[in-house]
Structure formats: structure tokens, C-alpha cells
């Protein structure tokens, strides 16, 4: 049964609407639990139709939310009048909740870390293409498809086991309003996919303009190196400090333009034909 609704899950946005957004989905990856849960028809679909009212939430995490309703369906099916009067609103909070986690996760962490993974993966395989847009090399079409195949299967992974991990965690302490928001330390979780995609932005910026200052500048001096692979790297890092401090973006933005003009007013360079 809970392998039947994971499988469904994939399709839980495929009659995405903007009249009850996911309610289709939602009702049809638990579908074959209600068809177990109620044998008599008219049960069953006074139980579907419970789960056509309005439902959204992120839909990697959705899969706690299908494991703790369908425990309470079969509470509800063996007498637990109680569930289903509490079903509705135990389902909104959890929706709720992990649509905030979830979004954090993997529309603001994992997503953009997929690019960050495809770059990295040409750039260790020597494939510059992405920064250097003249090349005339021959690339081959696996190295080509390395990149981009690395970031999708890395976050592709992580999802699949949310929505297998969510399925039973939800199905096992099923009824709650909190029911498996402690399945995993999330606060961590999200500093460490942050501290993660920092690290890999930082390297692909330290790369980025190491490889134009390497390539456009013949008779630099290590100096001159130095100041060319240090201001961005200083600029990311100070920028990473800012909003640790919870300054905003404008804020930071702001302070980072005043300290370059400030900068290069003072050393006299030209920003323009620093790298180029």
C-alpha cells in the first residue's frame, strides 16, 4: 500500500489547478489506501471525497503528509469518529510546516546547488566552455552531459529518499499536528546545505577568476594575481558575514558598492579592465 502511494506521489502536481492547487494529486496517491482502508463503496468515496478540499504544499515533503492522513483514515475506518473531525485541520498544519521546510531545502538549497555541481564537474573534467564562450575545442558529448546529469542525480536522490522517508515517518506517528516534523534535525540540515552551496559558489568564483586572470594577463606579477583572486573571494566572503549578521540584501548590496568605489577610487584601477 505505502509503496503504491509513493509511487503516486511523483503525479501529486500533475492536476495542479488554481482552484484547490494539489488536491488532485493529493487524492490520487492515496487512493489505493482507501480502497483497502474501505471496502464499502459509499465509505470510500465519502473518504475521497474529503481529500478534493483545497491542498498545497511542497511537494517532495508532501509525502509526510500522505502517511500521517491515511494512518488516521484507518483509525477513522476502525471507529475513530475523533479523526475525522481533527483530520482537516492536523492535514493544513502539516502542510503548512513542511511546505516552509521544504522550500528552503530544495527550492533554496538543492536547486541552486544542481548548477553549482554542473559547473564544478566540467570544470575538474577541464571543460571551460562555461566561462570562456570562444572555444573551439571538440567536446565530447559525455563530458558535455557529465555536468548538468551530476546536479540532477545528486538532487534527484535526496528527493526520492524524502518522499520514501516521509511516507513511513508520517505513516508511523500518524494524528498529529507535529506529526514527523522531527524526523530529521531541519534547522541543521538547511545550515548545512547552506554552508555547502557557500563553499561551492566560493570555489567556482575563486576558479572563475583565476582562470580570466591566468589567461588574460601575461605579465602579471603575483601581486597583481593575488588582488585579481582576492577581491571577489573577499567580496563573497564579506557579503556571507552580512547577512550572517541578518543584514539586508539592500544593506549589503549598498555597503559592498560603496567599498568598491571606494576601493578602486584608492588603488586607481579600472574595474572594467581589471580581468579583461
Known amino acids: 500500500m505505502l509503496f503504491s502511494m509513493f509511487l503516486r506521489s511523483f503525479f501529486i502536481q500533475a492536476g495542479w489547478n488554481y482552484e484547490r492547487f494539489q488536491n488532485l494529486g493529493f487524492a490520487f496517491s492515496l487512493q489505493p489506501a482507501l480502497e483497502k ?8 468515496k465519502a473518504a475521497l471525497l474529503r481529500h478534493l478540499q483545497i491542498f ?8 509526510f503528509v500522505l502517511g500521517n492522513i491515511i494512518r488516521m483514515e484507518e483509525r477513522a475506518a476502525a471507529g475513530g469518529e ?20 521544504g522550500d528552503r531545502i530544495f527550492w533554496g538549497r538543492l536547486k541552486p546547488m544542481t ?9 575538474a573534467c577541464g571543460f571551460y566552455g562555461w ?35 516521509g511516507l513511513k515517518d508520517g505513516y508511523a506517528c500518524g494524528g498529529a499536528n507535529n506529526c514527523a516534523l ?49 577581491l571577489p573571494v573577499a567580496v563573497l566572503a564579506l557579503h556571507r558575514v552580512l ?26 584601477l579600472g574595474p572594467f579592465k581589471l580581468y579583461l
Open 56 to 63: 498545497n504544499t511542497q511537494p517532495y515533503m508532501a509525502a
Open 243 to 268: 547577512r550572517a549578521l541578518g543584514r539586508s540584501v539592500f544593506f549589503t548590496a549598498g555597503l559592498l558598492l560603496a567599498l568598491s568605489i571606494l576601493l578602486f577610487s584608492a588603488l586607481k
Open 115 to 123: 548548477v553549482q555541481i554542473c559547473l564544478l564537474v566540467w570544470a
Open 82 to 101: 475523533a479523526d475525522i473531525k481533527t483530520l482537516p485541520g492536523v492535514k493544513q498544519a502539516l502542510a503548512s510546516s513542511f511546505a516552509s521546510i
Open 131 to 165: 566561462l570562456f564562450t570562444g572555444m573551439n575545442d571538440e567536446l565530447p558529448l559525455g563530458l558535455l552531459l557529465a555536468g548538468p546529469l551530476s546536479g540532477i542525480a545528486v538532487y534527484s536522490v535526496f528527493s526520492v529518499y524524502i518522499r520514501w522517508k
Open 37 to 44: 482502508i474501505y471496502p464499502d463503496k459509499e465509505k470510500y
Open 182 to 230: 522531527d524526523a530529521a534535525n531541519w534547522p541543521r540540515l538547511i545550515r548545512l546545505l547552506t554552508a555547502a552551496g557557500f563553499a561551492m559558489s566560493l570555489a567556482i568564483v575563486a576558479l572563475a577568476f583565476a582562470l580570466l586572470a591566468g589567461f588574460n594577463c601575461v605579465a602579471c606579477t603575483k601581486g597583481d594575481l593575488l588582488l585579481k583572486l582576492g
